[in-house]
């Protein structure tokens, strides 16, 4: 450990929270300072890891002097508040999405993040996916014109738990709005959003009171159409796919598998490896950009993460799928 680097704490010792510390540690600027999480031995063990202080009360981190970031990686319901502590605190902290299931709630705090001495970034990791981002520096450049149409495929392995469900706010809020803020990362202005959704093999997510299908299309003030396709489950695997449409080409990110290596044989062709399992080994390049990017951030004073605005927007987006979903209406985005 350099004496410059950032001590960071840790904030949930979930899925998420073991992902972030793992990048933490392969970071040569950074270490894994504290480790908080509401569960004594999931805190205990993440600590332990990498040499980490821990703790069960979240104050130890804003208070003991041994922190200089946090990654809040605890349930979305926690999200707001700990960005506000943080703030207090002269804390940076990057904040897993959503920002929270309740916009008001979330658009409560934007004067005080916006005026924030400390870095507030918001964990949008798909857009520092290497093939996400090159795509969208390709259009940007104007490889394919004039973007017209966007498709976003977005269908999880398998479904989380019910317990996970019943908290995460739904599809929408939870899975899609990744694929909403991909929309953004494209689409600057989102103006209309219509959905379909479908209960179709989950009993389980049915009696949480969410949906297992949906399809969402998105308009965008220059008329460019976004079809956002989810799932919560998928037979082959995790797909996450963009197709970037425009007047003089296409972009397409395709799924990725291990290893390239094409099969011939007599019963099937082209056959590869399965693609990617899940979130974790499809978008590992993509976290350790994101945090290399909010030290970058914290070290220039240059916002390089996506913003608590952005954040904001998003979740917007995922309320007025939600909203149509339910009613059938299109919904107008304010
Ligand atoms: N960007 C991504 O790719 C991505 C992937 C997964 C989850 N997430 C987000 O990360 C957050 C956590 O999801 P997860 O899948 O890691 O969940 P998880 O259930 O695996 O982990 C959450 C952890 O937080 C702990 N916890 C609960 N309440 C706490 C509190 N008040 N203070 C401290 N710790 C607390 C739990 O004990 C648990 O260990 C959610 O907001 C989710 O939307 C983002």
């Known amino acids: ?14 899925r998420i929270g073991i992902v972030h510390s793992g990048s933490i ?36 981190l804003f208070t ?45 705090i934007k004067d005080k993040v916006a005026n924030s001495k400390t870095n507030v970034s918001i964990a949008f990791n798909h857009r520092y996916d290497p093939s996400f981002a090159q795509a969208h520096a390709r259009f940007k450049a104007g490889e394919i014109g004039k973007l017209e149409q966007l498709i ?19 599809i929408f809020r939870d899975q899609a709005i990744h694929d909403f803020d ?3 990362f494209f689409v600057s202005e989102i103006l209309e959003v219509s959905t379909f959704a479908s209960n179709v093999f989950s009993d389980e997510i049915k009696a949480e009171g969410d949906y297992d299908s949906a399809l969402t299309i998105l308009r965008g003030s220059k008329g460019e159409l976004v ?11 995790y797909d996450q796919r963009v197709e970037a449409f425009g007047d ?3 972009l397409q990110v395709s799924n990725m598998t291990p290893t390239t290596v094409t099969a011939y044989t007599s019963g099937a062709t082209e056959t590869r490896d399965g693609y990617l399992a899940f979130f974790l080994e499809r978008y590992a390049a993509s976290y350790r950009k994101e ?26 987006i995922a309320d007025a799928a939600t909203e149509s979903a339910k009613t059938g209406k299109v919904v107008t985005l304010k």
């Open 1 to 14: 450990m350099s004496e410059k680097s950032l001590r960071i704490g840790v904030i949930g010792a979930g």
């Open 25 to 60: 540690a392969d970071t040569p600027n950074a270490t894994v300072a504290y480790v908080c999480d509401a569960i004594a031995d999931s805190a205990e063990k993440l600590a332990t890891k990498y040499g980490a202080k821990h703790t069960t009360n979240v104050d130890d």
């Open 64 to 108: 003991s002097g041994d922190v200089d970031a946090i990654i809040v990686g605890s349930p979305t319901s926690t999200h707001v508040d700990l960005i506000s502590r943080a703030i207090d605190a002269g804390i940076h902290v990057l904040c897993e999405k959503p920002v929270d299931l309740d916009i008001k709630r979330a658009n409560s």
């Open 152 to 170: 976003l495929t977005s269908r999880d392995p398998a479904p989380p738990p019910g317990a996970y469900i019943a908290v995460s706010g739904g």
């Open 182 to 184: 991909i929309a953004r």
């Open 227 to 237: 079809s956002v396709i989810n799932s919560r489950h998928s037979a082959y695997g």
């Open 248 to 250: 003089k080409g296409m």
């Open 291 to 316: 945090l290399a990017l909010f030290i970058e951030s914290i070290q220039t004073g240059k916002q390089l993460n996506p913003t608590y605005d952005d954040g904001c927007k998003a979740l917007e």
